[in-house]
């Protein structure tokens, strides 16, 4: 039997209403979005087992399609996103408070940081850190153009320019935008904390039915896909470190790939260990977590710091911190044809990131609203935009600009340019300390590896359930148990199917249309916020 959520309607007439089961396995939840949703994925799994080439191929061609037609698009409207929070920081609305007037944030400023950067970015810089502006050490859009030669010192810059581009103000601009929309009409206008309640300025009571159920499906499937992604990419990186720190030859292939079976057993551990704090909820273990997620990751900035090319790191993040400011506008801005080679590198990099922040967004930003109450808008944005994109680019510069120092002086004599992405940490680690200290900080980095990629997927499946229940963030135990499984299922079928990039491109498909959502929720803010009543902060009817 179906029941109606708590229904409110406020003083600007914005009204949700969404059915949940009053009993049985769905009890607390949609039965239409949960089903349609799991339908939708398992699909996807069936034809990653049952024809792995054909998904493979299929998958492939789809996404070739999609970049061809809207590369533009999504470098244009992830631009448009940063500029909305940059607006809506600077304007009146800013002085807002996500909540009641009198009310103080639930988390203190090191948990709700450590919380926000775990969820939003923790394992990708883990993997990324190194591997990017190696990438780009050989080959990016100056060394295509010729204006700078692979692999020398001139090629730095623009090495860590984009790389900074990739995981700086542009990302976090994303994850921000829901986000700040979520807990906008969530605590100002008292509307269920889902994906909809951001629609209504535009959509109104249509969104109570199945237009808005389908935001909330593609909600739910972007975001799977979106984890999946950042799962994948962890898994091969955990693999790599224990194969690094034991010496076991059947963790990876000849061509120094994890094996299959690694990779299984690897994504069992972290999504029963997921499971497990899920079923805790975000204020135990979740936000404990988190603050052992960044407490290893000061750690391990330390140990770069003592040890690594600090000079040239803290070089590199200035004068490249500059750069990118500097390039920035151009930067958010130019597209080239897909054909090109230019285009290429586009398409693989920035449009590949653009995408999986956009798939990651309904989990990022429900997440981000979910801990901020309390905040005002402009809190939330520059604690939740500048702090964490800072984080990020002196991270990329201190770990980046080492394992580039010991490229251009010789010490690492090609090891960590010839190493595969997954294992350039560790092959950092073990060009900058002697063999005992690097085998312990490889220690302490695989546990920080396995603690992020647990963080990021019991926040997913929190999120995916929230999403689910049209805001509740409390079902029930059992639900989280059953999409850990789900998680796990779609990382190992089509990581088994066609490996890693076969899970970034389901996930850049299934960001397009979450995109579409993004800015619509974009306009409804703005509408609401500047031309309705912004201070709605109790509850004006209740049916």
């Known amino acids: ?37 799991k339908a939708l994925i398992v699909l996807l799994v069936l034809f990653a087992i049952v024809m792995p080439e054909q998904a493979t191929t299929t ?24 500029i909305f929070c940059l607006a809506m920081a600077l304007s009146p609305v800013g002085k807002i408070k996500l909540g009641l007037d009198h009310e103080r944030p639930e988390f203190t400023n090191y948990a709700w940081f450590a919380m926000m950067f775990g969820a939003g970015m923790g394992i990708g810089l883990m993997f990324y850190s ?54 906008y009409f969530a605590y ?18 249509r969104l109570n039915g199945s237009l808005g ?29 224990f194969e690094s720190v034991t010496g076991a030859g059947w963790l990876l292939t000849e061509a120094g790939k994890p094996t299959g079976s690694a990779m299984v057993l690897a994504l069992m551990l972290v999504m029963a260990l997921s499971t497990v704090s899920a079923m805790t909820g975000v204020g ?84 981000l609203a979910r801990i901020s109450r309390g905040r005002t808008v402009r809190e939330f944005i520059l604690g939740a935009l500048i702090m964490p994109a800072l984080m990020c680019v002196f991270w990329m510069a201190l770990l980046g600009g080492t394992a580039l120092d010991l490229e251009l002086t010789g010490g690492a004599s090609g090891s960590i340019a010839g190493a595969a992405m997954e294992s350039q940490l560790f092959v950092t680690l073990e060009q900058m300390l002697p063999a005992g200290a690097a085998l312990g900080m490889s220690l302490m980095v695989i546990l920080l590896i ?73 306009l409804g803010t703005l509408k609401s916020a500047f031309f309705g009543k912004p201070e709605v902060a109790a509850v004006s009817e209740s049916v």
Not at 12 to 31: D, M, Q, W
Not at 491 to 497: T, Y
Request: net charge neutral; with cysteine; proline share 3%.
């Open 1 to 37: 039997m179906l029941k109606q959520s708590t229904t409110t309607k406020n003083a600007n007439g914005l009204e949700v209403s969404i059915l949940t089961s009053r009993a049985g396995f769905y009890k607390g939840l949609n039965p239409t979005i949960t089903i349609v949703s």
């Open 59 to 82: 998958l492939s061609a789809v996404n070739g399609a999609l970049l061809a037609m809207f590369n533009s698009y999504y470098i244009i409207s992830v631009s448009l996103f940063l």
């Open 130 to 183: 190194i591997a990017e502006p190696m990438y780009h050490f050989s080959n990016n859009p100056e060394v295509i153009k010729g204006a700078v030669s692979a692999q020398s010192a001139d090629t730095v810059e623009s090495a860590m320019r984009y790389s900074f581009l990739h995981w700086g103000l542009h990302a976090w601009g994303i994850y921000v935008a829901v986000g700040l929309a979520l807990a």
């Open 188 to 205: 100002r206008q008292n509307l269920p904390l889902t994906i909809r309640s951001a629609l209504t300025p535009l959509f109104g009571d």
């Open 213 to 241: 159920h389908l935001v909330d499906i593609i909600a739910v499937v972007a975001t799977v896909l979106g984890i999946s992604t950042t799962v994948g990419t962890g898994v091969l990186q955990l693999v790599s470190g």
């Open 284 to 367: 135990r273990g979740v936000k404990w977590l988190s603050v052992i997620n960044l407490t290893l990751s000061f750690i391990l900035l330390a140990v770069f710091v003592l040890f690594g090319s600090t000079g040239f790191a803290f070089t590199t993040y200035f004068t490249g911190l500059f750069d990118y400011l500097l390039e920035l506008p151009a930067m958010s801005f130019t597209t080239w044809e897909r054909e090109s080679e230019l285009g290429q590198w586009q398409g693989g990099w920035t449009i590949y990131y653009w995408a999986w922040w956009i798939a990651f967004a309904p989990f990022v930003g429900l997440f």
């Open 450 to 522: 396995l603690t992020y990629l647990v963080t990021s997927a019991d926040s997913g499946v929190l999120v995916l359930n929230t999403i689910m229940a049209g805001g509740n963030d409390k079902p029930g135990v059992g639900h989280r148990v059953v999409w850990g499984g789900i998680l796990t299922l779609v990382v190992g079928s089509l990581m088994l199917a066609g490996g890693l990039s076969a899970i970034q491109t389901a996930m850049i498909i299934g960001a397009l249309p979450f995109s579409v959502i993004m800015v619509l929720m974009c």
